[in-house]
C-alpha cells in the first residue's frame, strides 16, 4: 500500500451509531454498511499531530475503537493501513482490546489467539469463518497487506458486512472521505455537546440513579490507569482514549447530581 487510512465499522445501525457518537472535536461520516452494520469515516487525518509530527495509525485508531466501544452492548472494528504496514483493531466494551497485524507484503505479524479472539467476539462460524481467518494468519507470498484486509472483510461479509462501493482498504483518506461524502445514506456528525449525547445516547436510561454513578466511576477507574500507560508509553491514542473515558466517567457522575438537585 502506497497510502495511509483507516475506517471504523461498527456492528450496530445508523442509528444507534449516531447515538453513541461523536468522538469529542472530530467530525466523521457515518454510512450504513449492510445488515446490521454501519461505517466511519474521518472527515480528517487524525494521526496528523500539529507541526505536522506523525501518530502512528494504528494507535490513533485504537483509541477511536477504545472510546466508541466503551458503553456500548456492539464491538467496533478498526481497520487501518499505512505504506509499511495494515491491521486491525476490535475493541468490545471495557474488554481487552485484540488486534491483528501485516507488513505490506502480507507478512504475518499477530498471533494465532488474536483471531479466535477475534471469531468469537464477532460471533463467527466456529469453523467455516475460522479457517478463512487462520489462513490469513499463514504465510501466502501471493498476498500482500491489502489482499488480507480484503480477506478480513470477505469474511464478515458472510456475517452482514456489506462496505459502500469505493470504501476499501488501500485507499487514501482523502479518497475515502470524497466516497463517503456523496453516499446518499451519509451522514456527517460532530460534537454537539455532552448533555445532547447523555439524554439522547444508548445510555439514556443511566444518566441518573446508582447505574450512572457506577458506570461513571468504572469509567474513571478504567481511563485513569491508560491514561498513565499511554502517557509513560508515547502512545498518544491511548492517552486521549483513556482521557475521554475520564470525562465521560466526571461528566456522568456529576450530571447526576445535578439532575438529582433539579
Known amino acids: ?10 456492528r450496530a445501525p445508523v442509528a444507534d451509531v449516531r447515538r453513541a457518537l461523536p468522538l469529542p472535536h472530530e467530525r466523521v461520516l457515518l454510512a450504513p454498511a449492510g445488515d446490521g452494520w454501519s461505517v466511519l469515516v474521518p472527515e480528517g487525518k487524525p494521526w496528523l499531530a500539529t507541526g505536522g509530527e506523525h501518530e502512528p495509525v494504528d494507535r490513533v485508531l485504537a483509541g477511536w475503537a477504545s472510546a466508541l466501544a466503551i458503553g456500548t452492548n456492539w464491538p467496533v472494528l478498526a481497520l487501518w493501513w499505512d505504506p509499511g504496514q495494515a491491521g486491525y483493531t476490535l475493541a468490545s466494551g471495557f474488554r481487552r ?57 470477505a469474511v464478515l461479509h458472510r456475517v452482514g458486512l456489506e462496505l459502500p462501493v469505493g470504501l476499501a482498504p488501500g485507499e487514501s483518506a482523502d479518497r475515502l472521505r470524497e466516497v463517503a461524502r456523496v453516499g446518499p445514506e451519509t451522514v456527517a456528525v460532530e ?11 444508548p445510555l439514556a436510561e443511566w444518566v441518573r440513579g446508582p447505574r450512572a454513578r457506577a458506570l461513571g466511576a468504572a469509567q474513571v477507574g478504567v481511563g485513569v490507569p491508560m491514561v498513565v500507560w499511554g502517557w509513560r508509553r508515547g502512545a498518544a491514542g491511548w492517552a486521549v482514549a483513556g482521557g475521554l473515558m475520564v470525562v465521560q466517567g466526571v461528566v456522568g457522575l456529576a450530571y447526576d447530581r445535578v439532575r438529582a438537585g433539579a
Open 97 to 153: 482490546t485484540v488486534g491483528y497485524e501485516w507488513l505490506a507484503d502480507g507478512t504475518p505479524l499477530g498471533e494465532d489467539e488474536a483471531m479466535r479472539t477475534f471469531a468469537v467476539r464477532l460471533g463467527l462460524d466456529p469453523v467455516h469463518d475460522m479457517e478463512s481467518l487462520e489462513a490469513l494468519a499463514r504465510p501466502d507470498s501471493d498476498a500482500d497487506a491489502r489482499a488480507r484486509l480484503l480477506g478480513l472483510i
Open 191 to 201: 460534537w454537539s455537546g455532552w448533555r445532547d449525547a447523555l439524554d439522547s445516547g
Open 1 to 10: 500500500m502506497h497510502a495511509t487510512g483507516a475506517l471504523l465499522l461498527c
